[in-house]
């Protein structure tokens, strides 16, 4: 209740009340970064990329795939094995959106 | 839930506006012309001016037979082209990926307008006998073509296309005819070669 009134009287904190807890968590932030860069990107080039481990990449590879945002295509490139990743259009919607509220935010704060 | 407290959270907010342009940045760098590529091509531009000067043999270039003169940027052209084709394609190589991705495809579909334009545009000057204005036009679509990848790779890129756009117009508007080879050196050459030590020297990415 108190929230929703900060939120009301409060442009930063009603923007900040709209973010989408998925792609704020920096390691995935940088994946969703990556993806609507370069359209596609496997395994290896988003691990060395962002610097992560195997399995942290792949902790939030899986998270970022059960909320849609990403799909993996798996194939075989002179005989091994590669998954690639892109960004779907349920991502990049989330991904503009999120854009979108760190500005308003950082020009809000501007603004004083 | 509230996943942002102020004022920390217009920090974040700063800050992770900063890491999605770094990772972006990083994500596209290698569809960008590496450093020893921007260096060797503006070697070969640099060639190309050399050896248009040899081949007028003392009378203005603009009075060249056109068809020594293309032939000889036509090698510029490809030598470059095959350049800036190697060194991506070892470059996508070490970062896992191939040249043919769709970030390339969509940076090609939008330099060919602007290359096709400064063909079609180059054969009728030939067909008018205004050579003069080549030289010009051709930094002007270059610059157009290289303008356009700009917005699917880094900054750098963008700038690059900007220098070329105005070079271009200045170099058709204010430019005596006898100076226009130098600025194909100065640019296609010059820039270029800045852009290769920039990129080399500064991110690293040679």
Request: aromatic letters at 8%; hydrophobic letters at 50%.
């Amino acid at each position: 209740m108190m929230a929703t009134s900060m939120a009301l009287t409060n442009p930063i904190a009603a923007t900040i009340e709209s973010i989408d807890e998925v792609v704020h968590q920096k390691v995935r932030l940088s994946i969703m970064s990556a993806l609507v860069a370069a359209d596609d990107a496997d395994f290896r080039t988003l691990k060395t990329a962002l610097g992560v481990t195997d399995g942290n990449l792949s902790i939030h590879l899986t998270k970022l795939e059960e909320a849609g945002y990403v799909e993996a295509r798996k194939e075989f490139v002179q005989k091994k094995p590669r998954t690639t990743y892109t960004i779907t259009d349920a991502g990049r919607a989330a991904f503009v959106a999120y854009l979108t509220a760190l500005e308003q935010i950082v020009v809000a704060a501007k603004k004083g | 839930m509230q996943i942002l407290e102020q004022p920390n959270g217009i920090q974040e907010a700063a800050e992770n506006l900063k890491l999605i342009r770094e990772t972006m940045d990083r994500s596209t760098r290698h569809s960008s012309l590496s450093g020893v590529a921007g260096l060797l091509i503006g070697a070969w531009a640099i060639t190309g001016v050399v050896a248009t000067f040899q081949l007028a043999n003392g009378t203005p270039p603009g009075q060249m037979h056109p068809v020594r003169l293309l032939a000889v940027w036509a090698v510029v052209l490809v030598l470059s082209a095959l350049t800036d084709f190697a060194f991506n394609k070892r470059r996508a190589i070490t970062v896992g990926k191939r040249i043919v991705s769709p970030l390339g495809a969509r940076m090609l579909q939008a330099a060919w307008p602007s290359f096709f334009s400064g063909f079609v545009v180059t054969i009728l000057m030939v067909l008018s006998g205004n050579l003069d204005s080549l030289w010009g036009i051709w930094m002007l679509f270059y610059g157009i073509a290289i303008s356009s990848v700009g917005l699917f790779s880094v900054r750098p890129v963008s700038i690059l296309g900007a220098a070329f756009v105005i070079a271009g117009a200045l170099t058709l508007i204010f430019l005596p005819p006898v100076l226009n080879l130098c600025m194909m050196a100065v640019s296609f050459g010059g820039f270029h070669i800045v852009y290769g030590l920039w990129t080399g020297i500064v991110r690293g990415d040679w």
